[in-house]
């Protein structure tokens, strides 16, 4: 079964400086997807950013990029210039096709803490 | 992309009771998702619901209990019925984009339940 790793319950980052936050997971599958999604205390959960496992190159938005390791099956996220808006929960979410439709497991999370 | 209107955001309800939560969306999706999140946690799957047939619950979650309906496709209740101190999280519904695997997850602001 898939499972979604998330080894840090809580990060804190100067603002301005880098973070990198953790993810591992679980599968046999070679074809799959891994999702960033943010979500701040408003509690609206939002995409940060996807990867698809068959491209060897790590996907970037803006200040937000991973590092996408398929053998060690790591999936990690990587905040430059931290500003006090990315203060949030951040979940690792990995897709599988189950039952004709698709569904995300999620990760348990890691709070990131911005100190201004 | 897809808008979601999730209501109430928020309610306190007493021991017993039953809450219905809404959702409507901006467009037309064949899935929605509903998922709880108990507080500091990551989401946990309720339920899928496809328009025009019954919803198919996740180990851990009856249909007596989180009763939904999915009279069209732009819409779908949930109810937390007979509710108990347990039953205090938040409930988000989501739905997918078009894009098949690789597509983001949209979520409703969610809502938050406090049962006394």
Same mark, same amino acid.
């Given at each position: 079964?898939?499972?979604?790793?998330?080894?840090?319950?809580?990060?804190?980052?100067?603002?301005?400086?880098?973070?990198?936050?953790?993810?591992?997971?679980?599968?046999?599958?070679?074809?799959?997807?891994?999702?960033?999604?943010?979500?701040?205390?408003?509690?609206?959960?939002?995409?940060?950013?996807?990867?698809?496992?068959?491209?060897?190159?790590?996907?970037?938005?803006?200040?937000?990029?991973?590092?996408?390791?398929?053998?060690?099956?790591?999936?990690?996220?990587?905040?430059?210039?931290?500003?006090?808006?990315?203060?949030?929960?951040?979940?690792?979410?990995?897709?599988?096709?189950?039952?004709?439709?698709?569904?995300?497991?999620?990760?348990?999370?890691?709070?990131?803490?911005?100190?201004? | 992309?897809?808008?979601?209107?999730?209501?109430?955001?928020?309610?306190?309800?007493?021991?017993?009771?039953?809450?219905?939560?809404?959702?409507?969306?901006?467009?037309?999706?064949?899935?929605?998702?509903?998922?709880?999140?108990?507080? +500091?946690?990551?989401?946990?799957?309720?339920?899928?619901?496809?328009?025009?047939? =019954?919803?198919?619950? /996740?180990?851990?979650?009856?249909?007596?209990?989180?009763?939904?309906?999915?009279?069209?496709?732009?819409?779908?209740?949930?109810?937390?019925?007979?509710?108990?101190?347990?039953?205090?999280?938040?409930?988000?519904?989501?739905? =997918? +984009?078009?894009?098949?695997?690789?597509? /983001?997850?949209?979520? +409703?602001? +969610?809502?938050?339940?406090?049962?006394?």
């Amino acid at each position: 079964a898939q499972t979604v790793t998330q080894s840090q319950p809580e990060m804190s980052v100067q603002e301005a400086e880098t973070v990198t936050l953790s993810c591992t997971y679980d599968t046999s599958e070679s074809d799959y997807y891994l999702f960033w999604y943010k979500q701040p205390p408003s509690r609206q959960m939002i995409l940060v950013i996807r990867q698809e496992a068959y491209k060897q190159q790590n996907a970037t938005e803006n200040r937000f990029s991973v590092n996408f390791q398929k053998a060690a099956k790591s999936f990690s996220l990587k905040i430059s210039d931290s500003q006090l808006g990315d203060a949030a929960m951040y979940f690792c979410a990995y897709r599988r096709y189950m039952d004709s439709n698709y569904q995300l497991i999620w990760g348990a999370g890691t709070k990131l803490i911005i100190k201004p | 992309s897809a808008v979601i209107s999730q209501k109430p955001s928020r309610d306190i309800c007493q021991r017993g009771t039953s809450l219905t939560i809404q959702c409507q969306v901006d467009s037309q999706v064949t899935m929605m998702f509903w998922y709880r999140q108990q507080p +500091g946690q990551s989401l946990t799957l309720i339920a899928t619901a496809n328009q025009g047939s =019954e919803a198919t619950y /996740e180990s851990g979650f009856v249909i007596d209990k989180f009763p939904i309906s999915r009279p069209n496709l732009t819409f779908s209740t949930l109810t937390v019925s007979n509710m108990s101190p347990e039953d205090s999280s938040i409930y988000l519904c989501s739905v =997918e +984009g078009t894009g098949g695997a690789s597509t /983001e997850a949209f979520f +409703g602001q +969610g809502t938050r339940l406090t049962v006394v």
